[in-house]
């Protein structure tokens, strides 16, 4: 059964920086999107960015543009979300995702059009 292991999470200041690692177990990112999301407490779970299969497109939600980046490497089967500039807001568990699709770039904001999902890691950002 592929896994996804998301790490990197942790406590941080504001204006600190974070970069996440999401880890499959088997060659699942191969042709697949990739995202993720995060979702705070009594909230929905929230698309923070995507990247394409070739991590030649990528897309951010308006509140962390500019801050984070979305990158992957395809040979150690991994992605990335380097946080800059965090803010308080920014706290919430992060999950990175792995898009139902392949070579596939449909509504890739949307947590339905993805299959399989990490655990999630715990970003919290004191003010």
């Known amino acids: 059964q592929v896994r996804l292991v998301e790490s990197g999470g942790g406590l941080q200041q504001a204006g600190d920086s974070l970069r996440l690692s999401c880890a499959a177990s088997?060659?699942?990112?191969?042709?697949?999107?990739l995202g993720w999301f995060r979702q705070a407490p009594g909230k929905e779970r929230e698309f923070v960015a995507a990247?394409?299969?070739?991590?030649?497109?990528?897309t951010y939600a308006d509140s962390v543009k500019g801050r984070f980046t979305i990158s992957r490497d395809n040979a150690q089967n991994t992605q990335y979300l380097q946080m800059n500039t965090l803010k308080a807001g920014d706290t919430a568990v992060y999950l990175c995702?792995?898009?139902?699709?392949?070579?596939?770039?449909?509504?890739?904001?949307?947590?339905?059009?993805?299959?399989?999902w990490g655990q999630g890691t715990q970003v919290t950002v004191s003010s």
């Open positions: 995702a792995r898009h139902r699709g392949m070579w596939n770039w449909e509504n890739v904001a949307g947590p339905d059009e993805y299959d399989l």
């Open positions: 990247i394409s299969w070739n991590g030649g497109t990528t």
């Open positions: 088997e060659l699942a990112f191969i042709n697949h999107a």
